[in-house]
């Protein structure tokens, strides 16, 4: 039976593209519905306070670094949606005194626009958020050595080699986007061999850090999150960390307070991922054959999947 056409992009795959009877599966989950999808290699969390999900959410990065040394680097690849966790970081190294010569860090994406990665002073840059907003706050005396951060750019080996280079990924944080991304793994448009199906899950596994196409509706959140809704300020490409090194990360951590995906996204991904039911036109249900995946929540921004007129 062919698959529906997306409500909300015709030319695009996304999740209005899934059967209705999951959709709606996914819209009737209860909050502890949710906890009760925790299985090996997939475990829910809540928090009661925003306080203690961002805390949490940035003793990642601390504890992340404390492994780390000369002969056994380690990592931590972090996003920019959510970003409040990044000042705490700063805070918790400057003042638990925590020497990050041998850490790491990866970006997970930045915007492309006319053949390169948008500079590192420009407004929207996500360099620029992870600079400002987290090492340009820690003491220079314990700051990482530039080298150590490693952002994605236009020419792309660098940040690809740095993830084979023998550093070990102890956590990839990220968010969830209304496409229900992690970075940009955004769905594929349908054309060319995607035209009627979208790629396999292990074609969509097989992807490394690259330039990726953003669905409009990735344009039109982040328009929203960033730039006060102007659309036509957001670009309609960017780089962005590839499932390949996704799976290198020891471990894959999503955090979800509910400012950027909504009541139902949140839900869907959960339900997705518990059951193992994987479609690449909702790319984070593939989280699902990854072996240790933590979905943390922010209890109050859960919300609900009712009628709500305003």
């Known amino acids: ?10 030319e695009w795959w996304d999740f209005t593209t899934l059967e209705d009877d999951l959709l709606m599966d996914a819209a009737r989950l209860a909050p502890n519905d949710l906890l009760q999808l925790s299985r090996e290699g997939f475990k829910v969390v809540f928090y009661d306070t925003l306080e203690d999900f961002y805390l949490a959410e940035a003793l990642e990065y ?12 380690v990592g931590i690849c972090g996003p920019i949606g959510p970003t409040e966790q990044l000042p705490l970081v700063a805070r918790l190294v400057n003042e638990l005194n925590i020497n990050l010569a041998n850490s790491h860090f990866w970006g997970m994406d930045e915007w492309y626009v006319n053949g390169k990665e948008l500079a590192a002073d420009h407004p929207i840059s996500f360099e620029k958020a992870d600079r400002d907003l987290c090492f340009n706050r820690i003491d220079p005396k314990l700051r990482m050595p530039d080298a150590n951060l490693h952002f994605p750019k236009a020419e792309l080996a660098p940040y690809i080699n740095s993830w084979e280079s ?18 940009f793994n955004d769905p594929f448009k349908r054309e060319g061999k995607y035209k009627d199906v979208p790629p396999t899950p292990k074609e969509f596994r097989e ?3 690259r330039v990726v196409d953003l669905h409009p509706i990735t344009c039109m959140q982040n328009a929203r999150t960033s730039a006060g809704g102007v659309v036509t300020g957001i670009p309609t490409q960017a780089l962005s960390v590839g499932p390949v090194q996704t799976w290198k990360a020891e471990k894959v951590s999503i955090w979800q307070a509910g400012t950027h995906d909504n009541p139902f996204g949140q839900r869907l991904t959960a339900l997705m991922i518990g059951k193992k039911i994987m479609d690449s036109a909702v790319p984070m249900s593939l989280l699902a054959d990854h072996p240790n995946v933590q979905f943390n929540y922010f209890r109050g921004g859960l919300g609900l999947c009712e009628t709500e007129m305003h």
């Open 62 to 73: 601390i504890t992340s670094w404390k492994q780390s040394t000369e002969s056994n680097p």
């Open 207 to 209: 992807l490394t850090t």
């Open 1 to 10: 039976m062919p698959r529906k056409l997306s409500m909300l992009a015709p």
């Open 166 to 183: 023998g550093i070990r990924c102890a956590v990839m944080q990220g968010g969830q986007g209304d496409t229900k991304h992690w970075a």
